[in-house]
């Protein structure tokens, strides 16, 4: 039974294009896989916590060596993560927010990249220290933005900060087959707005309309019970 992860990071409501087309997308799926099921994660409306100093202490932490308040600090961040190990396919509604992503997402990104969770890592291996724990999943990342000529060979491609940011922190993780849907010109308004936002609807419905993998990989969660020492070895990013 296909498991669809429907995320929505706009602060807008009804006049929020990228929520409407995470909306068509959740629909058409649900009509081309009846027995599917949809968790939603609305983080525009119920902003997730940044990340604070004692959830990096407990991150980088063995798990067996967590203190309770260790513990608490990760709840959160356990329970998206699980929410996404759960997934076959995930749809994600985007803002294009001053050339890349909003923090609101962004803290979503900060709560699940986690060492010993969807990634491993591991110094005494030089040429790849780092090892995704994810696999087998698809994603749509929706977007819109109030410019236009964001895509490739557009007068504003080399401003957006957004696709590649997606594209590099999702691979890291194991997340590899990442479509990217968007909508411009919600600031010029008019038919640009119109047609681009018809033209996303188009890809949405095909991709929606597309065979999803059956089966999340769960691997991982077997995998966090180990906690040597090199694999929680802390990568220099944090304090
Ligand atoms: C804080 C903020 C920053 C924005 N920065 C950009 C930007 O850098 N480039 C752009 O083209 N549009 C920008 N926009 C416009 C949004 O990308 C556009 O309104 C988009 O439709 C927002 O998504 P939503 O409709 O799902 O809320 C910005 C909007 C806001 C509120």
Redesign the pocket.
């Known amino acids: 039974m296909p498991h669809l992860l429907h995320i929505d990071s706009?602060?807008?409501s009804d006049?929020?294009?990228?929520?409407g087309l995470t909306a068509d997308f959740v629909q058409s799926w649900q009509v081309n896989h009846p027995n599917s099921t949809v968790t939603y994660r609305d983080i525009g409306r119920s902003p997730l916590p940044h990340v604070t100093e004692e959830w990096i202490a407990a991150a980088f932490t063995p798990p067996n060596e967590r203190s309770q308040a260790m513990q608490d600090a990760l709840r959160l961040s356990n329970e998206l993560i699980d929410e996404l190990l759960m997934a076959d396919v995930i749809v994600a509604?985007i803002?294009?927010?001053?050339?890349g992503m909003?923090s609101g997402f962004k803290a979503y990104i900060d709560q699940i990249v986690r060492i010993g969770r969807t990634f491993l890592f591991n110094p005494d291996n030089e040429e790849s220290p780092y090892t995704p724990l994810i696999h087998g999943k698809r994603m749509i990342a929706v977007i819109?933005?109030?410019?236009?000529g964001?895509g490739s060979g557009g007068r504003?491609e080399k401003?957006n900060h957004l696709d590649p940011h997606l594209r590099t922190v999702f691979r890291f993780i194991g997340v590899t087959d990442l479509e990217i849907i968007a909508?411009?010109n919600?600031?010029h308004g008019g038919a640009a707005l119109v047609n681009s936002l018809e033209s996303a609807r188009r890809n949405i419905l095909r991709l929606a309309a597309e065979d999803q993998p059956q089966k999340g990989d769960l691997a991982p969660l077997t995998r966090t019970r180990r906690s040597t020492k090199s694999q929680l070895i802390p990568d220099g990013r944090q304090g």
């Open positions: 706009s602060p807008r006049r929020s294009h990228t929520r509604g803002p294009f927010y001053n050339f909003p819109s933005r109030g410019d236009s964001y504003n401003n909508a411009e919600d600031e």
